[in-house]
């Protein structure tokens, strides 16, 4: 029995140091290859509240699987890396660089550019200072750096470069397994991509029910794009049971975000009064948002519906010359002489002056805001009569008493110090000619 105990205890005292070099193993993985006292310091820690940390573990799961997850609005809380405004969840709001993984908004990208800055300077990233890839292959290089990394950015990124065979050879079933581990990590682009290939079938049996399911975490996320084709599923009732007011709901959180195609399709719903009141000028609000972003469809609308109603000024302006609708990329410019006529740009107003007949028709345009001007200002003195009828009432007769009794109270001390003064100047005289 003793040598029994002997050997057991032996035998429990050669595991102790195995055991510590594990958990130092453990350790490193964990603070990431410290050393000195930090490491000592951090072994001794992490063995003497070992049952704690575990206990303590499972019951934050527990906590986290009973609780839904804050919303977010977006996985990576990116910022744009020139005005650092928070940027969409839709890749295709901005523009993402490769090299570093920084990314533009679609703005920023445009004023860089279209700068005067020299072509040199425009092909090298602002962040990185990396040169820009030339060749779709460069940029797949560089991606696959990111891939390697974990990135689900890059993984997605690198799924659409299979999809459409762009640097690589075209491939449903690699695109497939990197949206796949994108999606994983809860990548709400790589999400809606693979909800697009499941609805439309490619590389995959088509699976109407996979695409809703798909677009429904991709808009929780708050993906304009999947909003908008998960409301479309909902108002024509594909993999989904049929429902206008939830179409509605998810139209308007697109539409919020200034997606145009939701924002003309949420203009559709209020023309036909489906799942809302039929309202002609919501309508041609939202149908406005979108017309201004350059929808073709929305324009179109747009004059089909001042035609129908018979406006003779139209909702969105055009060029006097070419027709081209007011947008937010192509502002028109008013003419300086009549401020009436609009154009896009000088060639069209040159051309309407000389061919279009707007040199004959710009004095008569000026003279007629003139007289409008004329009017307005005539109305003017009207309105000072009214100011000085209203004078003439006993409300105002009675202030204008009280403001003169004021007044000859107020000149009371004045006169009788002047009245003193001069009997004290003649009380005076009166002695020195005695």
Known sequence: MKAAAEAAAAQRKASLPKKKEEDGTNKEEVVGGKDGANETTATTTTMATNTTTTTTTTAVVAA??????????YVENLTCCVCMDDLPVSADAFTRMTCCGQAMDTECWAKFQNSTMPEAQKSVCPQCRQEFPDTDEGIVKQVRVWVDKGKPWAQAHLANKYTFGTGVPQSYEEAIRYYNMAVKQGCPNAMYQLADMYYHGQGVAQSF???????????????????????????????????????????TLAANQGYATAQCGLGVLYVQGRGVAQSNDMARKWFLKAALQEHEKAIKILKLLDKAEGKTTPTLPCCAACGTPKTTRCPLHACSQCHTTHYCNRECQMKHWKEGGHKRECKRLKAAAEAAAAQKKASLPKKKEEDDTDKDTPMHNCCQSIEAAAEKNASLPKQKKEDDSNKEGKAAGEKLVK
């Not at 986290?64 to 609005?73: G, K």
């Open 64 to 73: 986290l699987n009973s609780s839904p997850p804050p919303p977010r609005t």
């Open 209 to 251: 029910e996979k695409a809703v399911e798909l677009y429904a975490l991709a808009q929780k996320q708050g993906h304009a794009t999947a909003q908008h084709n998960l409301g479309v599923c909902y108002r024509d009732g594909t993999g989904v049971a049929q429902s206008y007011s939830k179409a509605i709901e998810l139209h």
